[in-house]
């Protein structure tokens, strides 16, 4: 009976994470145009009823600095997508998930202002169930300028560097939707991220697992925490375990966390030569959110990086999102081939970028073994733009939307808080 109870809540868990699994990519048909002058809004390009006549036709991710016609275009541009009436059954909601747009945008569906994002390499969405039509408008107005109010961007005015050197940029600001836009249809009770923290123990071969839910209650009930339910597997197969449960309750119109606290034996260790990749999944309702984790020890003694407990010495690259044909953007095929040069020269311990990377490169890295510093874009940051409140937020914004992204990526084994900055 216990055996036919679990099979039947397994059926139930992989029921809910395929219908999480149906996102509709919105890749294909977009309409694209510069504004170089800034006339897209008082023209209300963003109208549902606006015939972008004339417009590139093209792909997302795109960026258009790679366009030879736009080559080093700095300023506005404007994305439009029409796509069918998404089917929305009751107590379910849509929402619109961009992976990056680069570096600040709007966004409108069917002329309606859905919100604004800053910040070119972190993952942002909003809900659009209430924007819904039969025919759907999506239009983005993306800008890629830099500033000295942009992170990365421009320096302020300091002694220690010319005017004119400081008003140059660390990189191509390459512009455009540079990472895949899709549309998600969930439950009104749903999981937005989980967070998994695995502690092993070496000499026992166990690993104690501390995992965080973080859930959205639009529902009209109360939803109990006991009643969610954490299965943890291997290539396939169900790992046993008896998690505990937080005991509270999330209430109708709330968001709270439900944790778990498990542990499991006979581990599989994720290090560079062998990457044992786990999966969890917590299942709320009607809805399950599955995430990648591997179990390591990382720590520091004396001069030595312990890699679960065995000191590593490998070599390191760095490799920017700045390719001739497709710019920051990254084509699996490319990822592939990069990986196996890394791989090969002995390159398994990486700052990479100076910003956060794509969730496709961390996976490439989980499976092939390569250790990964994460930075998210505070390059040489003169002591004024360090002590201003603004730029504060905005760095912690951006740097907070990378740690929620990638926290379970065993490839990860620190978080930089910023490069060769001169605030001493």
């Known amino acids: 009976m216990k055996t036919n109870l679990f099979f039947l809540c397994m059926l139930s868990s992989l029921w809910a994470f395929a219908q999480r699994d149906s996102a509709r990519l919105l890749d294909k ?11 897209g809004e008082k023209q209300k390009w963003f109208g549902s009823d606006f015939l972008a006549n004339g417009w590139d036709k093209v792909e997302v991710p795109h960026s258009f600095s790679v366009d030879k016609r736009y080559h080093g275009y700095t300023g506005d541009a404007w994305y439009i997508k029409s796509f069918d009436t998404i089917s ?16 600040k945008c709007q966004v409108w569906l069917n002329g ?3 919100g604004t994002h800053e910040g070119g390499y972190t993952p942002f969405e909003f809900d659009i169930t209430e924007q819904l ?10 800008n890629n300028a830099w500033d000295t109010t942009t992170i990365p961007g421009a320096k302020t005015n300091t002694i220690f560097e010319k005017t ?13 939707i540079t990472r895949p836009v899709r549309i998600i249809v969930r439950p009104d009770a749903y999981v937005r991220n989980v967070k998994v923290v695995a502690t092993p123990d070496l000499s026992k071969k166990t690993a104690s ?5 973080f859930v959205v209650n639009r529902s009209l009930k109360a939803i109990q925490a006991d009643q969610a339910r954490l299965v943890v597997s291997l290539a396939n197969d169900i790992i046993p375990n008896k998690p505990t449960r937080s005991k509270n309750s999330i209430m109708s119109g ?3 966390i439900i944790s778990f606290d498990a542990v499991i034996k006979n581990i599989s260790l994720w290090n560079i030569d062998d990457p044992v990749l786990y999966q969890a999944s917590v299942v709320v309702e009607q809805d399950t959110f599955t995430t990648n984790f591997g179990i390591r020890s990382v720590e520091i003694k004396g ?14 690259c760095n490799r920017p999102l700045d390719h001739p044909d497709y710019g920051s953007l990254d084509p699996q095929q490319v990822l592939e081939e990069d990986f196996k040069l890394m791989k090969r020269g002995s390159m398994e311990l990486s700052r990479l970028s100076h910003y956060p990377v794509s969730s496709e490169l961390l996976d490439q890295a989980d499976r092939r073994g390569i250790l990964i510093i994460a930075e998210a874009g505070n390059w040489q940051m003169t002591p004024a733009q360090m002590s201003d409140s603004s730029m504060r937020r905005k760095f912690e914004n951006q740097f907070r939307e990378m740690i929620e992204r990638d926290w379970n990526h065993p490839s990860v084994i620190a978080w930089s808080v910023g490069n060769e900055y001169q605030s001493q």
């Open 29 to 39: 048909n977009w309409s694209f145009a510069l504004d170089p002058v800034g006339i």
């Open 112 to 114: 309606k202002l859905l």
């Open 88 to 103: 929305l059954t009751q107590g379910h909601r849509a929402f619109v998930q961009f992976d990056a747009v680069y570096y």
């Open 209 to 213: 697992l501390k995992v965080t839910a």
């Open 164 to 176: 004119s050197s400081s008003q140059l940029f660390p990189w191509i600001n390459y512009g455009g």
């Open 254 to 256: 709330k968001e709270g």
């Open 303 to 316: 001069t030595s990086l312990l890699l679960n407990g065995e000191p590593v010495k490998m070599g390191g």
């Open 133 to 142: 039509t039969k025919q759907n408008v999506l239009t983005l107005k993306v």
